[in-house]
């Protein structure tokens, strides 16, 4: 007998999630991109010790029947992509099948579905450290909602690095309030041991979600933003140079609905203010970047949050025009500026 012995699934799948599955604020952001995906406009996140005890993310979206409810937790199970050219046209905030396999083997799941056609009556299914401990029929009710009970349970290790409630509750809310802005047409509700943290009220109006997230007497001081070239379409709001920041967690970058991080274009945003800002100061911005999903890679790391985009410098030129453009009718150079 050699020494080789291929892993089985419970375990294969802790390992895998220990990459998707790092805190509550992970699970939550998994079960809210599903909500999405399912074409949802009504999302309800509710959350007892910031996700830590319980997490449930109720959606209106297209729900799933019950064999779907059965390979939804299988590893690599995904209705979103079939074949790898698919992901050269992904529209989906998911697609890798894995979260759900992921938050099954580490938690106590609960989901209970209607699918839309056949709303006379739902599924549920039960799922503990990765295996089936319950299905059955439950009453409709539209779309999808999924229970996660005692995340990490099984995985002591994970649960005893997890930060204080407050920290936790403060990256969920970090994440609810990016998507939210990334998709202004979808209500979110965000409570915490009972108590609402966060509402997007989700009438489609960007400069009404910024209200939300921030306070109303900024969104009303934003400047709207909208240009495109032959690849790439911007609309947002920035900030006028008298409205700054001290970090630059303020600039939220878009890219087709998915909030994303990018050093680079937040480098190109701060360099098209220029000296309008000063040193250590900030804006804040809100920029939706839609574009052919050909010209962008979101397979880079598992949580997607970074991008490649292929035609980088022509987006940066871009972004630097529109700003520029923006801000000089703003503050127009005074002519005797050019007679000097
Ligand atoms: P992925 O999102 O990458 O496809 P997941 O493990 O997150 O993988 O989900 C597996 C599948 O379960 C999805 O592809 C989708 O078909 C289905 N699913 C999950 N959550 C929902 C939901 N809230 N509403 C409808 N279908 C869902
Ligand atoms: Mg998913």
Do not use: C
Not at 90 to 112: D, M, N, P, Q, Y
Not at 147 to 153: A, H, K
């Amino acid at each position: 007998m050699g020494k080789i012995k291929q892993m089985d699934e419970t375990l294969a799948n802790q390992i895998a999630a220990g990459e998707i599955v790092e805190r509550p604020a992970s699970v939550v952001k998994e079960l809210v991109e599903n909500a999405i995906d399912a074409g949802s406009t009504d999302i309800v996140i509710l959350l007892k010790e910031a996700g830590i005890q319980q997490i449930i993310v109720s959606d209106n979206g297209e729900g799933m029947d019950e064999s779907d409810l059965e390979m939804a937790f299988l590893p690599h199970a995904t209705s979103k992509i079939f074949r790898l050219s698919d992901l050269q046209r992904i529209h989906s905030l998911g697609f890798r099948g894995e979260a759900l396999a992921s938050i099954g083997s580490v938690a106590k799941v609960r989901i209970e579905s209607t699918l839309k056609e056949s709303a006379d009556k739902g599924h549920f299914i039960e799922v503990e450290g990765s295996s089936l401990s319950n299905k059955g029929i439950t009453k409709a009710k539209s779309g999808t909602t999924v229970i996660v009970d005692s995340l990490f349970y099984n995985t002591p290790a994970r649960l005893k690095h997890l930060s204080s409630t407050k920290t936790e509750l403060k990256h969920i809310l970090n994440f609810i309030q990016d998507t939210s802005m990334a998709h202004p047409e979808i209500r979110f509700q965000l409570t915490n041991n009972d108590q609402r943290i966060f509402l997007a009220y989700g009438n489609g109006d960007l400069r009404q979600t910024i209200a939300n997230v921030y306070q109303p007497q900024l969104a009303r001081e934003m400047i709207a933003i909208q240009n495109e070239d032959n690849d790439f379409n911007l609309e947002g709001f920035i900030s006028p140079p008298s409205i700054t920041r001290t970090s630059r967690q303020y600039i939220h970058w878009l890219v087709n609905h998915r909030p994303i991080k990018s050093n680079l274009l937040t480098q190109v945003l701060i360099k098209a203010y220029g000296k309008q800002l000063m040193i250590g100061r900030y804006p804040i911005a809100v920029i939706h970047i839609h574009l052919d999903p050909r010209l962008v890679d979101v397979n880079v790391h598992p949580n997607k949050q970074t991008v490649r985009f292929s035609k980088e410098e022509e987006l940066a030129q871009l972004i630097t025009e529109t700003i520029q453009k923006q801000l000089m009718q703003l503050n127009p150079v005074p002519k005797a500026a050019f007679n000097e």
